[in-house]
């Protein structure tokens, strides 16, 4: 499929420029351009002396690219399976795919059309093998060609020989020999063809005539299941786009059910009408497969993005796909039945405020065997399949505070003695008075697990003036190196 | 002796007259009856309240007079307010609402099928005040760490939807929503939202607001909390000098059910899980000597900071909404 971007009639002739060979050259150019006689190709500096009244732009890559992936994703509402080709081609594996648009003519057609409304100057090609497809895409004088099963050879015949997909340096040594046409390669031997042009050669012939198998590379995973809705009149507000997803729920729930799965990622695409779509992603913490509870999900990440999500002229399309689904189990209700259901609630609302709040929103404590207060007790993203380790035989030897920092906090704490603990300590600009202390509580450094083990912790419960209870604790002994200094880790009730 | 007993009318006339025009209950103003042998520390709180309303859940303190202020305990299916002063007390205001809660979560239901608890931390507070951390839970408050989730909240509106979901839902025995300052959203229409999902799922909720003052909500429980120097540890030799007890809390209860009002000094069990009250003599010692919750003698707990922190703006509607209810 070609890329090229048509002006209406009464717009000046336009040349994009690119920097080649430290020359500007003529990278792309609009109808107007192209009946002046301009090519892609030649020199700025030759265009401009001969046609001064030219417009000229400098090419963009990152836009160009940025465009056909959007169109990528467009075209995401025919196909699951779109790759990018190159810099300006797409290929659409519709194997399976065509008789939702009533045949592969039809549906040919139908991409045309939609894309020329669009404004884009489309060339396009449906074939058997992607070879086929992008050579008769390309060098073939009809805009749309179905090439039928079968008919690859005669088709690729007359072709020159820049339709195989061949590198520069092959093309051009094959045509100093006098092989101008892919006909001439077809029928001649081909282990001297190998031997001396490379394998890449006769790989490309083989992949063109469906010799070979091959794969196109999609932007994106297909998903094992996906219900979808065209829709004939655009729609736009989020209560419409909620009735779909409870529709497309539903549909999907026999499907679920027939494979014992259930949803464990669920995507939701949402195509406007100009091309851009919207995709939304909700994990879900056990495997779903009621719509109700589905629609629930998506209803709060909609929620959240109320702002963001910006409808334009409205979507014509909305798909829900099951990006990752998981098998379902079957729950054998016990007596107590009541903590199952409690469970269930309980997850459904962690999916829920994380599909709002954000992946890790929710948070679960994870113990660990370790001394390292930080260590031995953190909190993790509760989405995350993790072996929650259970308690630890690990006797707790002193108090533990019932908050601690994300990061100790420097203190400045003078004492009696310097092995001591502190009399007054200044946190955050305030001085405290310590009244009572406990301690230390020496926790040593954990050698075997870093290479770069921290220093020795000396910990202290203090009491300041007011009643307030702290976690301190002193880094490092006296007689190192370094000074030993005063962190703030806790606080206790 | 008769001129003495007039001049006392004359007083109470006067608070009456006070109190009607603070809009307060004037039954906290009462002449207290003598109880026995706790008069001293009774006189504050009026009279002893009647038998629990049937159909309120409630959760004892373990503190008498906190409890009879209280009305018998902590209302289990309310929204209850926790207010600290500054983000420095975070321990010991968040160290109290962990106490209500594991009082909530432990009467009723046995210890093994207790529910979990949901911790609403938004995200600010949570960087300046620590995280929870889950053996000192553990260790202070029985706290199982497979039973508490935490929700980070970047924002108070998604604190408050979270919060609101998950008092809805009844599968948490308690839930706290913890948050810093006096934000213009957490109003009155906010936290009545929060207290009608608690009291239609049966489930209490706990407001933390640390670095606050106190502010008109909707909650039925209002109490403002300071840390107090701990009690000296216990030995078989007695009190060991210098040594730091279990937690200790300087409680004011600002807002309560009954309308009665007052300042505890409250030591927590963590062995038995309640709390325990502090003598009166002791606890003009021991609590901070700004005057927050120190006792002044009078009959009727002075106000601080010029008034008496918000008192409800629709005259004790939420009170009457209570009584109703319990009727």
């Given at each position: 499929?070609?890329?090229?971007?048509?002006?209406?009639?009464?717009?000046?002739?336009?040349?994009?420029?690119?920097?080649?060979?430290?020359?500007?050259?003529?990278?792309?150019?609009?109808?107007?351009?192209?009946?002046?006689?301009?090519?892609?190709?030649?020199?700025?500096?030759?265009?401009?002396?001969?046609?001064?009244?030219?417009?000229?732009?400098?090419?963009?890559?990152?836009?160009?690219?940025?465009?056909?992936?959007?169109?990528?994703?467009?075209?995401?509402?025919?196909?699951?399976?779109?790759?990018?080709?190159?810099?300006?081609?797409?290929?659409?594996?519709?194997?399976g795919?065509?008789?939702?648009?009533?045949?592969?003519?039809?549906?040919?057609?139908?991409?045309?059309?939609r894309?020329?409304?669009?404004?884009?100057?489309?060339?396009?090609?449906?074939?058997?093998?992607?070879?086929?497809?992008?050579?008769?895409?390309?060098?073939?004088?009809?805009?749309?060609?179905?090439?039928?099963?079968?008919?690859?050879?005669?088709?690729?015949?007359?072709?020159?020989?820049?339709?195989?997909?061949?590198?520069?340096?092959?093309?051009?040594?094959?045509?100093?020999?006098?092989?101008?046409?892919?006909?001439?390669?077809?029928?001649?031997?081909?282990?001297?063809?190998?031997?001396?042009?490379?394998?890449?050669?006769?790989?490309?012939?083989?992949?063109?005539?469906?010799?070979?198998?091959?794969?196109?590379?999609?932007?994106?995973?297909?998903?094992?299941?996906?219900?979808?809705?065209?829709?004939?009149?655009?729609?736009?507000?989020?209560?419409?786009?909620?009735?779909?997803?409870?529709?497309?729920?539903?549909?999907?729930?026999?499907?679920?059910?027939?494979?014992?799965?259930?949803?464990?990622?669920?995507?939701?695409?949402?195509?406007?009408?100009?091309?851009?779509?919207?995709?939304?992603?909700?994990?879900?913490?056990?495997?779903l497969?009621?719509?109700?509870?589905?629609?629930?999900?998506?209803?709060?990440?909609?929620?959240?993005?109320?702002?963001?999500?910006?409808?334009?002229?409205?979507?014509?399309?909305?798909?829900?796909?099951?990006a990752?689904?998981?098998?379902?189990?079957?729950?054998?209700?016990?007596?107590?039945?009541?903590?199952?259901?409690?469970?269930?609630?309980?997850?459904?609302?962690?999916d829920?405020?994380?599909?709002?709040?954000?992946?890790?929103?929710?948070?679960?404590?994870?113990?660990?065997?370790?001394?390292?207060?930080?260590?031995?007790?953190?909190?993790?993203?509760?989405?995350?399949?993790?072996?929650?380790?259970?308690?630890?035989?690990?006797?707790?030897?002193?108090?533990?505070?019932?908050?601690?920092?994300?990061?100790?906090?420097?203190v400045?704490?003078?004492?009696?003695?310097?092995?001591?603990?502190?009399?007054?300590?200044?946190?955050?600009?305030a001085?405290?008075?310590?009244?009572?202390?406990e301690?230390?509580?020496?926790i040593?450094?954990?050698?075997?697990?870093?290479?770069?083990?921290?220093?020795?912790?000396?910990?202290?419960?203090?009491?300041?003036?007011?009643?307030?209870?702290?976690?301190?604790?002193?880094?490092?002994?006296?007689?190192?190196?370094?000074?030993?200094?005063?962190?703030?880790?806790?606080?206790?009730p | 002796?008769?001129?003495?007993?007039?001049?006392?009318?004359?007083?109470?006339?006067?608070?009456?007259?006070?109190?009607?025009?603070?809009?307060?209950?004037?039954?906290?103003?009462?002449?207290?009856?003598?109880?026995?042998?706790?008069?001293?520390?009774?006189?504050?709180?009026?009279?002893?309240?009647?038998?629990?309303?049937?159909?309120?859940?409630?959760?004892?303190?373990?503190?008498?007079?906190?409890?009879?202020?209280?009305?018998?305990?902590?209302?289990?299916?309310?929204?209850?307010e926790?207010?600290?002063?500054?983000?420095?007390?975070?321990?010991?205001?968040?160290?109290?609402?962990?106490?209500?809660?594991?009082?909530?979560?432990?009467?009723?239901?046995?210890?093994?099928?207790?529910?979990?608890?949901?911790?609403i931390?938004?995200?600010?507070?949570?960087?300046?005040?620590?995280?929870?951390?889950?053996?000192?839970?553990?260790q202070?408050f029985?706290?199982?760490?497979?039973?508490?989730?935490?929700?980070?909240?970047?924002?108070?509106?998604?604190?408050?939807?979270?919060?609101?979901?998950?008092?809805?839902?009844?599968?948490?025995?308690?839930?706290?929503?913890?948050?810093?300052?006096?934000?213009?959203?957490?109003?009155?229409?906010?936290?009545?939202?929060?207290?009608?999902?608690?009291?239609?799922?049966?489930?209490?909720?706990?407001?933390?607001?640390?670095?606050?003052?106190?502010?008109?909500?909707?909650?039925?429980?209002?109490?403002?909390?300071s840390?107090?120097?701990?009690?000296?540890?216990?030995?078989?030799?007695?009190?060991?000098?210098?040594?730091?007890?279990?937690?200790?809390?300087?409680?004011?209860?600002?807002?309560?059910?009954?309308?009665?009002?007052?300042?505890?000094?409250?030591?927590?069990?963590?062995?038995?899980?309640?709390?325990?009250?502090r003598?009166?003599?002791?606890?003009?010692?021991?609590?901070?000597?700004?005057?927050?919750?120190?006792?002044?003698?009078?009959?009727?707990?002075?106000?601080?900071?010029?008034?008496?922190?918000?008192?409800?703006?629709?005259?004790?509607?939420?009170?009457?909404?209570?009584?109703?209810?319990?009727?």
């Amino acid at each position: 499929m070609g890329r090229n971007e048509s002006a209406p009639a009464d717009f000046p002739p336009l040349v994009i420029s690119q920097r080649e060979n430290n020359a500007l050259r003529i990278a792309a150019l609009n109808e107007q351009a192209e009946l002046l006689g301009l090519k892609p190709g030649m020199g700025i500096a030759d265009a401009r002396a001969m046609y001064p009244g030219i417009e000229v732009m400098e090419a963009d890559p990152d836009a160009d690219r940025q465009l056909l992936e959007s169109l990528a994703d467009w075209c995401d509402r025919f196909t699951p399976l779109v790759a990018l080709d190159g810099r300006d081609g797409l290929f659409l594996d519709i194997s399976g795919c065509s008789h939702l648009f009533g045949g592969e003519d039809a549906m040919l057609a139908e991409i045309i059309r939609r894309l020329t409304q669009q404004g884009f100057d489309i060339r396009a090609a449906l074939a058997s093998t992607p070879g086929m497809a992008w050579a008769s895409a390309r060098h073939s004088h009809s805009r749309d060609r179905n090439v039928p099963a079968g008919q690859e050879e005669q088709t690729l015949a007359p072709m020159p020989l820049a339709a195989l997909r061949l590198e520069e340096k092959t093309r051009t040594g094959l045509e100093r020999v006098g092989l101008r046409y892919v006909g001439a390669l077809i029928d001649a031997p081909r282990a001297p063809l190998a031997r001396r042009f490379g394998r890449m050669l006769v790989t490309r012939l083989d992949q063109a005539l469906g010799v070979v198998e091959e794969a196109i590379s999609p932007r994106l995973p297909v998903s094992p299941l996906s219900a979808e809705r065209q829709l004939a009149e655009p729609i736009g507000t989020t209560e419409e786009i909620e009735r779909l997803i409870l529709i497309l729920a539903r549909t999907l729930k026999p499907d679920l059910e027939r494979r014992g799965e259930g949803a464990r990622r669920l995507l939701l695409s949402l195509f406007r009408v100009d091309g851009v779509v919207a995709r939304i992603v909700v994990g879900t913490s056990r495997p779903l497969r009621e719509p109700t509870t589905i629609a629930k999900l998506l209803y709060e990440r909609l929620a959240a993005l109320e702002g963001s999500l910006d409808p334009g002229y409205g979507f014509d399309m909305v798909r829900l796909s099951i990006a990752v689904a998981a098998p379902f189990e079957m729950e054998q209700t016990d007596l107590a039945e009541g903590t199952s259901i409690a469970e269930e609630e309980f997850s459904l609302l962690a999916d829920r405020i994380r599909a709002r709040l954000g992946e890790e929103a929710v948070l679960v404590p994870a113990l660990a065997e370790s001394h390292l207060p930080e260590r031995r007790a953190r909190f993790v993203s509760s989405g995350k399949e993790i072996a929650r380790p259970t308690r630890t035989s690990q006797p707790m030897a002193g108090g533990r505070p019932i908050r601690l920092l994300e990061k100790p906090e420097p203190v400045e704490a003078s004492a009696e003695v310097p092995e001591g603990p502190p009399l007054s300590f200044r946190w955050r600009r305030a001085l405290y008075r310590v009244a009572r202390a406990e301690g230390p509580e020496r926790i040593a450094p954990e050698w075997w697990r870093e290479e770069k083990p921290g220093q020795t912790r000396d910990y202290f419960r203090v009491e300041d003036m007011d009643g307030r209870r702290y976690w301190l604790y002193r880094e490092g002994l006296y007689g190192e190196q370094t000074a030993p200094r005063w962190f703030l880790h806790g606080f206790f009730p | 002796m008769a001129r003495m007993a007039m001049a006392k009318e004359q007083i109470f006339a006067l608070r009456r007259q006070i109190a009607k025009i603070e809009g307060s209950l004037p039954e906290r103003f009462a002449v207290p009856e003598a109880a026995s042998g706790c008069e001293a520390a009774l006189r504050r709180y009026g009279r002893p309240e009647k038998a629990p309303a049937a159909g309120v859940p409630l959760s004892e303190t373990g503190a008498p007079h906190l409890d009879a202020a209280l009305g018998n305990g902590i209302l289990q299916t309310a929204l209850t307010e926790i207010t600290g002063r500054e983000t420095r007390d975070s321990g010991a205001v968040s160290g109290f609402a962990l106490a209500l809660a594991a009082l909530v979560s432990r009467s009723g239901e046995g210890r093994e099928t207790a529910r979990p608890v949901l911790w609403i931390g938004l995200a600010d507070m949570l960087s300046e005040g620590g995280f929870p951390y889950a053996p000192g839970l553990e260790q202070f408050f029985g706290l199982a760490p497979e039973k508490l989730l935490l929700v980070r909240a970047n924002r108070l509106e998604d604190g408050l939807w979270a919060a609101e979901e998950a008092a809805r839902l009844g599968s948490f025995s308690a839930t706290i929503l913890e948050l810093r300052g006096n934000p213009a959203k957490l109003d009155l229409t906010a936290t009545r939202r929060l207290h009608l999902r608690a009291r239609e799922a049966g489930r209490a909720l706990l407001l933390v607001r640390h670095s606050a003052e106190p502010v008109p909500t909707a909650a039925p429980t209002r109490l403002l909390v300071s840390p107090a120097a701990s009690p000296l540890r216990e030995t078989l030799a007695g009190p060991l000098p210098r040594s730091i007890g279990p937690p200790a809390f300087a409680v004011t209860l600002s807002k309560s059910r009954t309308g009665r009002n007052g300042s505890f000094v409250l030591d927590w069990n963590p062995h038995d899980f309640a709390f325990q009250e502090r003598w009166p003599s002791r606890e003009r010692q021991l609590v901070r000597k700004n005057g927050r919750a120190q006792d002044s003698g009078d009959l009727v707990a002075a106000s601080f900071n010029g008034s008496d922190s918000a008192p409800a703006p629709w005259g004790g509607l939420a009170h009457g909404q209570e009584r109703k209810r319990a009727s």
